[in-house]
């Protein structure tokens, strides 16, 4: 039968809560890096991007931090709402060698209302 | 705008079975196309991602192949499927020399049995 996957690592937070999501990359030459949410049976939705040469970058209710001295990258949540429960997961890329194009597994949102 | 069509949306098939899963893009042209597999829990894999007609570049070796007989159109194909084919596939397009930015379409849960 199918093989058994991992579990995802589990963030639960109250509604109106502020999130903060993490992730670790591994490539010390990915220069741009996106995080996606996923709902459950659906393809992967873009939420923010930032390039290596910035730390922080906003929109609207997001937030993403980048620290390449230690590569970690995360994602906070302004406000959560139950419409954010879903499964983030941050990409690392290296420009102009797309080959380069990693993805994480993922951490699980759940917003109890 | 641009909108990305997958079909279909859920497969069972018996080990040993062909499969033939469908890509669509419109509203753009000579986009480049992906094709990933997520099995549970887990990340992103790239399967095969092309620049153009008949253009197809495999990252990992397996069972299946890919082609794209049109511009907007992109096929993952088996001729015998294997109990670990089993996942969910996920077509994705980018704009031409942004390889960086992905947009994906619903996806197709493969189950083997």
């Known amino acids: 039968g199918e093989s058994v996957g991992l579990h995802l690592p589990t963030l639960s937070v109250q509604e109106g809560d502020n999130s903060i999501i993490n992730c670790a990359y591994s490539?010390?030459?990915?220069?741009?890096f996106i995080w996606y949410k996923q709902e459950s049976g659906k393809g992967p939705q873009f939420i923010i991007d930032i390039r290596s040469n910035m730390d922080k970058r906003q929109g609207q209710r997001v937030t993403v931090l980048l620290n390449k001295t230690v590569k970690h990258l995360s994602l906070q949540i302004a406000a959560t709402q139950p419409g954010d429960s879903a499964v983030y997961f941050c990409a690392e890329i290296e420009l102009y060698n797309f080959n380069k194009f990693y993805f994480g597994s993922g951490t699980k949102l759940n917003v109890k209302p | 705008s641009q909108t990305i069509h997958q079909w279909p949306a859920t497969l069972v098939q018996p080990v040993g079975s062909p499969l033939s899963l469908e890509c669509t893009v419109e509203?753009?042209?000579?986009?480049?196309l992906y094709w990933y597999r997520q099995a549970a829990g887990r990340g992103l894999q790239l399967l095969f991602y092309?620049?153009?007609?008949?253009?197809i570049s495999s990252e990992v070796p397996q069972n299946l192949s890919a082609s794209r007989p049109q511009d907007r159109q992109f096929i993952l194909s088996s001729k015998k499927l294997l109990l670990s084919d089993s996942g969910f596939y996920l077509c994705a397009w980018s704009y031409r020399g942004r390889e960086e930015t992905q947009y994906f379409g619903p996806g197709t849960r493969l189950l083997v049995l």
């Open positions: 490539n010390s030459a990915s220069d741009y």
């Open positions: 092309s620049v153009g007609i008949g253009q």
């Open positions: 509203g753009t042209s000579n986009p480049n």
